[in-house]
């Protein structure tokens, strides 16, 4: 089995038994008949689980698989008509971004994605999908014009975060995200994203504001990729899987956190092994939920959206049922 | 036997632990040294200087209460949601022991402090952030102040000053600290969506979410010299495109010479630029407030 996770390997070594097993019996000519059937049946038992208790590294590594189908992927099997638009007028084409106009069953829309590459050829041209600053700005540009011609938005997020590095700080990296989060907040349009890998920190937020936010099954978003996290909490990058566990950045945490509104169900084994189930249930969710905002008007959606993120945070406050008495901090004077 | 009598021992061995090393006989925190010249100097004149080294001009950090006396009219702040507190919403190893022990040694409830005052006589709201609290880092809680401290001025029509000083997103709260980048720049847009003025003041060092949300969304965005300012981390960068960065990389002036930045202001005259600022969108003897 190509590209077949550590985790996976007892599943793979049953099937790989199975066939030589299978193999033997044709040449030798001895019945293997009930042999075989009870070792599918322990192969199906073991897939399901497998797959049922994935634990969050193990997801983290399905989202990080080279194989996984990327934006692209998905916009060319989900959307007709796919014209992809370059540039961001001000500088430079971010390919670590991809989008452009395309129409889902007929309509309109605004599509837009980061973009990870399929080889090592294509993830140099871009960036292995950390956009830089010109990236995001691209993506602001398209969002603007779907606004202006009254189009709904659809993102794909899979990223390991924005671009580190002193040219994209040069040219503002802060800025271009920030000025992101802050415009799609005011869209009159309905904004629906979808995490389809790895959604990693500001950068997959700047493509993140959206009325929905769906992800996929095994698709994982944190605030910090967890081999950082791991680096920062016990200096040592490799115990990624460990941070992946206390991280919550499953779809599943998501949806308790109220961030996330739905999870969209992978094929068995994961997005890669069947792209075209994938693309159609994603397309199926997709569209739904478009047609639940279609009803919206534009500052609805605008309502709707600052809500959405209004709520989001846990804290105490003790005092909250009685209006709190204005306290008044007289600052000694340094 | 006598192999071993004459075995020569090939290290002295000194008693350990028993003797506590002396120390020069000068009372803790009177002298202070400048980071960045080396310079040792009176705590007492830097304070006096508005903690800006007298020799060198370095800004050494401030935290909330140190920056309201020195920014706000007689010091003097009517705090808001003074009573916020981090909860421990992913049960993160270590984090609730951690939040504890940053409230003693700080002081304070969570890394920022919000609230109205006034600056040369006009009205503002204001929040202060802190580094001295868990690094600035803003989760639930910082978000969620800045975001009332928003709100409040939008309800009464008052300017918003925000000085930030932040290592970034609290990754004890993970995506929810995430989450906190999209609120408070919704806020923002808003906010200055109906005419609002909102004045971000940059401090050392600010990064990362902090930077990438409403740090960089001012209308007016100022900084003090000297201040890292960037989204990732110098360490970070350096790894992953293995090149030497130049010194004053992610330094104020780095980021005033690549267009980011309105203005590096010197804490001696932030006061005053920022009253004239307040100022110059006054109207009628009101802060303008466009809607």
Redesign the interface.
Known sequence: MAGELPFEKPLSELRKKIEELKKFGAESGIDFTDEICRLEERCTHLQEKLYDELTPSQKMHLARHHSRPTSLDYIQTIFSDFIELHGDRLFADDLAIVGGLAKLNGIPVTVIGHQRGKDTKDNIARFFGSPHPEGFRKALRLMQQANKFNRPIVTFIDTKG?Y???T????????A???N??????FGVPIICVVIGEGG??GA?AL??GNRILMLENAI????SPN??AS??WKDASRADEAAA????TAD??VS?G?VEEIIAEPQGGAHRDLAVQAETIKEAVWRHLQELSGFSAEQLVVD??EK??K?????????QAE?A????????? | MFKDLFHKRKYATIPSGQQPRTKPDIPEGLMSKCPKCGNIQFSKEIEKNLKVCTSCGHHFRLNAMERIAITLDEGRIEEFDADLESEDPLQFPGYAGKLEAQKKSSGLRDAVVTGHGAIGGLPVVAAFMSFDFFAGSMGSVVGEKITRAIEQAHARKLPVIIFSTSSGARMQESILSLMQMAKTSAALAKFQGDGGLYISVITDPTTGGVSASFAMLGDYILAEPGALVGFAGRVVIEQTIRQKLPDNFQTAEFNLQHGQLDKVVHRKEMKSILTKLLDMHAVKGDIAHGG
């Open positions: 924005a580190p590095g002193n994209a700080e040069e040219r503002g990296q802060s800025e995200i920030a000025r989060l802050r415009e799609m907040a005011m920190s500001g937020l993140g504001v978003y944190s605030v910090i950082g996290a920062i909490l206390v991280m919550k950045i945490d998501l956190f961030i959206r600052y993120f209004r989001i945070g846990k804290f105490k406050s003790p005092s909250a709190p204005a306290e008044i901090i007289e600052s000694a004077q340094v």
